[in-house]
């Protein structure tokens, strides 16, 4: 094991070897512009290289050790074989226990460097729409994936309307408010557009003077004209955003300032103290940080922007490695030192060990007590998958792209095996690792024989429903805070709770969607000949519900209501045919981060995924390889990385999908039993409510 050390740092080297000349290759076909990442790149194979190294000589430092320990045991065991003293040989104890493992072999996976067709031709495009008799003016993307342009006629009259396309088929058109009055004015002035997080369609009409805002079914919700201040005409908008508080911004070119409303359309401030130069385009990013591009000095500015933007984007990469490496060069210092404290325990009974050999006084060695139960167990290994850098396509306009993302260096504990790897599959910053062996935090036993679902109000509080037809929030420390009587009622969904906290249940029998608000129960949504069998709120804070006819077809549909007012039916695919199985029986539902809409239908058996706008993405109908029984899906939930959870009852496992319905792994090591409902808190902990036992676990499966 030992001679393996020397191999592996020459494979290190060769393989550094080989990926500074692939990642050298790369570099010559890249413009100008990227060398400084090439160099960078370089620099961190570099540091890879001098940290691997350093971990390959601690781990033969530790085997060389392992070795002068078992020559001392062998020595020690040579000179009892030719002792004739019967104490000393009766009072023995073999250290074989303590050497039953060596060191497990360290294995590194060599980093390697993908260079991937550039492409720099200028100009090269997709048309995807072309308009007959209509000029484009202004396009944005939707949360739907769908496209919205504003166009204007090509014809005298120069009327303009907003399209919806969905994949690049006319969906919707917008154009006349409720009295058959043009919503925008005509001509060929810009009219830039955006999708607000409330689904709002918001237009920018320098024509008009105004910002136009439309539901999603293009029903006019207000005309911004400016502050009531504003002197009329006076105010200009150009570009248009909006972030994640479903505030609007709209830059007033003429006045060199942006106006911030509401979703409502009321005023709230300007932005004009940062010697703005005719703002013209907008837009907003994740951490809602807004971008400005200035008419006038774009242009100029493109070549210097360019090196800038290169400069950022290196600081930002370096800064995340130097964050990963600090938090693991931590575990590893707690590791080294659990494993020297181990050694200096051993150590020490070694020496008490020779003393006891040495000794004559039957008493003392009578008396002598073994520790080889205290060192039978070395700590747990860590397994360290360390950084990789994968470089994406060139495209000068997404520069921020073009970098890749830097791999995350994370740790687990493993009994038997210390490995290090590349990681062998894409990892991004953001991203979250799964625990090898995910853990039981909190135990609950709720007084429920059944629970059916588990809604979590915040971190420490827990709407739970089970037989008996009551609601029970539970705060994990302060046990039981209060509970509701529902009649006939059942909290189906583990996301059945409302922007403002107040739980949302499924009463059968008087097939109404309640809430529960102050301890009084309010009905919000009744539709006639329809059954509710299941219900989630969204992050726009509408209602998603599961719907059964009321008769002997027993057809299902999913429904969206916005203030018990219906927006959306969902019910077949694109071919016609039903989406989900017909029959009463539950269908647990939940809005995922990326808005898909996931159904898990225990009859079909499957987990139906569909998009915001009702389009199938994908059935999921069990992994690819067989389990004891078949799919049994019941609760459902999704956590902050757009993976899907699924309880599956009949074979007490609880499966786990990335957003595309790929099946990740199981949860499935803490004996549970028949897993039903399901919900997952901010810090995507996974609240599991049994069904035949009325207890509720809390669970760990992320690092």
Not at 220 to 227: A, D, E, K, V
Not at 632 to 653: F, V
């Amino acid at each position: 094991m030992a001679s393996d050390i020397p191999v592996q740092k020459d494979d290190l080297s060769k393989n550094s070897l080989e990926v500074s000349t692939a990642i050298n290759k790369h570099g010559e076909d890249l413009h100008r512009e990227v060398n400084v990442v090439v160099n960078k790149l370089k620099d961190d194979l570099d540091e890879m290289d001098s940290k691997y190294l350093a971990v390959l000589e601690k781990h033969e430092d530790e085997i060389m050790h392992t070795i002068s320990d078992i020559t001392l045991g062998i020595a020690d065991l040579k000179k009892l074989l030719i002792c004739h003293d019967l104490n000393l040989v009766s009072a023995y104890k073999s250290r074989n226990a303590e050497f039953r493992r060596l060191p497990p072999k360290l294995t590194v996976t060599l980093p390697s460097f993908a260079p991937q067709k550039i492409k720099t031709i200028p100009g090269m495009y997709n048309k995807v729409i072309r308009l007959s008799g209509w000029k484009p003016l202004g396009v944005c993307t939707t949360s739907a994936g769908d496209l919205l342009v504003t166009m204007v006629g090509d014809n005298e009259k120069q009327q303009t309307k907003v399209v919806r396309y969905s994949n690049f088929r006319e969906k919707q058109c917008i154009q006349f408010n409720d009295d058959g009055q043009n919503l925008y004015s005509s001509g060929e002035s810009t009219k830039y557009i955006s999708e607000n997080r409330n689904l709002d369609i918001c237009v920018s009409d320098y024509g008009a003077h105004a910002v136009v805002v439309v539901n999603q079914a293009g029903k006019l919700r207000f005309t911004y004209t400016g502050p009531p201040s504003t002197v009329k005409e006076s105010f200009y908008p150009q570009g248009i955003a909006t972030d994640s508080q479903s505030r609007i911004l709209t830059a007033d070119h003429d006045n060199n300032r942006i106006h911030i409303l509401d979703q409502d359309g009321q005023f709230l401030r300007y932005i004009e103290i940062c010697n703005l130069q005719r703002p013209y385009g907008l837009c907003v990013d994740t951490k809602d940080k807004l971008f400005v591009a200035e008419f006038k000095t774009a242009i100029d500015k493109t070549g210097k922007d360019l090196y800038s933007e290169i400069d950022v984007i290196i600081e930002k990469l370096k800064s995340n490695l130097n964050e990963i490496d600090s938090r693991n060069l931590a575990v590893l210092a707690t590791y080294e030192q659990e494993i020297t404290h181990n050694i200096s325990e051993i150590t020490e009974s070694i020496a008490d060990l020779k003393e006891l050999l040495k000794s004559n006084d039957i008493n003392i060695v009578s008396s002598y007590k073994s520790r080889n139960a205290l060192f039978r167990k070395l700590p747990p290994k860590p397994s360290v998958t360390l950084p990789g850098f994968t470089p994406c396509k060139i495209n000068k306009e997404h520069i921020s792209q073009q970098f890749g993302s830097l791999s995350e260096l994370f740790n687990r504990t493993e009994e038997n095996d210390y490995t290090i790897d590349v990681p062998g599959a894409e990892y991004s910053p953001q991203g979250r690792i799964f625990l090898d062996v995910p853990q039981i935090i909190t135990e609950i036993n709720t007084g429920y024989k059944n629970i059916f679902s588990v809604a979590c109000l915040s971190d420490e509080d827990l709407w739970i429903c089970g037989n008996g037809n009551v609601l029970k929030l539970y705060n994990l420390q302060r046990g039981l805070v209060r509970s509701y009587q529902t009649k006939s009622g059942l909290l189906i969904d583990g996301n059945a709770i409302t922007s403002n906290g107040d739980p949302v249940f499924i009463d059968y029998c008087g097939k109404t969607v309640n809430l529960v608000k102050n301890s009084q129960r309010h009905t919000i949504i009744k539709q006639k000949g329809w059954i509710p069998l299941s219900v989630c709120s969204t992050s726009s804070d509408n209602l998603l519900v599961v719907l059964a006819s009321d008769d002997i077809k027993q057809e299902t549909k999913v429904v969206r209501y916005s203030d018990s007012t219906e927006k959306q039916s969902i019910q077949y695919n694109d071919k016609g045919k039903p989406l989900y199985s017909s029959g009463g029986c539950p269908k647990c539902i939940n809005e995922n981060r990326n808005l898909d809409i996931c159904v898990s239908d225990w009859i079909a058996p499957a987990v139906v995924v569909v998009n915001q706008a009702g389009k199938l993405r994908f059935t999921y109908n069990g992994p690819p390889f067989p389990t004891m029984e078949s799919f049994d899906p019941q609760g459902i939930t999704t956590d902050s990385q757009s993976r899907i959870l699924i309880a599956d009852c009949k074979n007490h496992y609880i499966h786990i999908l990335d957003q595309d319905g790929q099946f990740l792994q199981f949860i499935d090591n803490f004996d549970l039993l028949r897993p039903f409902g399901l919900c997952v808190d901010t810090n995507d902990n996974l609240f599991v409510g049994e069904s035949c036992t009325g207890k509720l676990k809390k669970i760990q499966y992320y690092l």
